[in-house]
């Protein structure tokens, strides 16, 4: 594989050699001595997509490459600016991103990614000129930045600064998004007239997506607020590689080897799965929100692998009555559940005012409703039986991390296709395939948690742990991809 300089760029890589010359077995330089042998910092620019589940992973690699001895600078949006405080060894920059407050109340995340890429190009560039002038001596050797933000490529591009592409959702997922234009153009999508979602919700929806293995078209990676075109812009836009030096994925090699094989084959460019992210460097937390550690103190109280954990994740939300489904359905399933209510998830209300009449008195101490919790930590808590969660891809891979089965209640986009994957191909979970009902999430928390069916999951999600554990050992796939990745940033 070769990449050469892109037109306009500055810099000239020949991949292939490099990489032929690299045999992935010695230890990473620290950031100290690499520091002395380049006598100076390479400054990284990160820009990431300003939701919780891009920011996490954004900054988890920032996180990594600090320690290998780059300087990191973050710019990001005003709306779910990071805390800096959580990250003092960064520098942050925040840009005026222009988003109206009907767009970021709408819940409408391909009208919100749409604007964001159209209002925040001449402020990004503003602050990368402005970043560059102020200290002309410590230039910046790359600018990562998040997929869904390519506004940021043109501008990078126009700068002379190299750029590389960090995906942070599946592979598999980003393989289902671009097939389904191609189902469309070949006329298995009729539009327009009704939004994509709908269509696919509500026709041939069970039917298998031709040679796509186990989705069904209701798998696909599509929302309920997306339009053929709208879809279409932001499909077309977010996998245009032509300048990136390189496409990062924060998954691994053991978890989608075969959609890793194809990936590359449509992009011509080299491709580095180093995840999942979250293991690799002890990160600080990136949370948004502030995270309730009481429920820590719960669950040391909670047998080994008693407890469900529920949560879905910092976008999706539900009505009243899905609300009062999902209460009755633990309470009734007499499980030890510790349940994630974000504030505003709920429709019409604050947090938990609008719980079923008699649902505190009636779970008592076996239940414990948080905010927001520590969602790594918890997940690696000898209690933790099982999540319940909605699929985002960071979810996935933390809960299959800590080997952890799932029951999946997918949302919208990539979730569905993650859902998919959990129950159908890693088979570490349940997937609830109808509406959210009290009786049904009864009987599948008590499957997860009680029966034979569960163990018999959770003993391959242990199996799945240690295989993650061995791509991020040394000599393992996602760890020679990382040492790769840092090579080939010293190369710019
Ligand atoms: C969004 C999309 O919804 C998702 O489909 C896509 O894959 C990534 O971007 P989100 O819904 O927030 O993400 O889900 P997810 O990817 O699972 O990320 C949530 C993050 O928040 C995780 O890293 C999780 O550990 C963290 N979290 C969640 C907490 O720290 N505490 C909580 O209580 C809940």
Known sequence: MEVTARKGMKVFVNVASWMDGWNGSHDMENGNERREREGGV?????????????INPMLQLGSFLHSKGFSITVIHTQFNSPNPSTHPEFTFFPIQDGLTAEEISSGN???????????????????LTQVMEQEPDNKIT??????????????????????IMLRTSSVTNVLARTAVPQLHSKGHIPFPGITLHCWIANSQSLNPVPDF??????????????????????????????????????????????????????????????????KIEAAASSSLLEEDTSCIAWL?????????YVSLGSVASISEIELAQMAWGLANSKQPF???????????????????????????????????????????????????????????????????????TPSFGDQKVHSRYVSQVWNVGMHMDNELERGEIERTVRKMMVDADGEVMRVRAKDLKEKIEVSLSNGGSSYNFLNKLVELIMLF
């Open 142 to 163: 790359c600018a990562i930045r998040d997929d869904l933000m390519y506004f940021t490529e043109a501008v990078a591009k126009d700068l002379n600064i190299p750029n």
């Open 213 to 278: 293995h186990p989705l069904r078209f209701k798998d696909l990676p599509t929302s309920n607020f997306d339009t053929f075109e709208k879809y279409s812009e932001l499909v077309v836009n977010a996998f245009d590689v032509r300048t990136a030096s390189a496409m990062v994925w924060n998954t691994t090699d053991c978890l989608e080897q075969s959609s890793l094989a194809q990936i590359q084959q449509q992009f011509p460019v080299p491709i580095f799965s180093i995840g999942p992210l979250h």
């Open 338 to 408: 510790l349940w994630v209510i974000r504030p505003g998830s709920v429709s019409g209300s604050e947090w938990i005012e609008l719980l079923p009449q008699g649902f505190i008195e009636a779970i008592g101490e076996g239940g414990c409703i948080v905010k927001w919790a520590p969602q790594r930590e918890v997940l690696s808590h000898r209690a933790m039986g099982g999540f319940w969660s909605h699929c985002g891809w960071n979810s996935t891979l933390e809960s299959l991390s800590e080997g952890i089965p799932m029951i999946c």
């Open 300 to 308: 040391l109280k909670q047998s080994n692998n008693s407890v469900i």
């Open 42 to 54: 390479k400054r990284l620019v990160l820009f990431p997509c300003p939701y919780q589940g891009h």
């Open 109 to 127: 995340v391909l009208a919100f990614l749409l604007a964001i890429n159209a209002n925040c190009k001449a402020s990004f560039r503003q602050c």
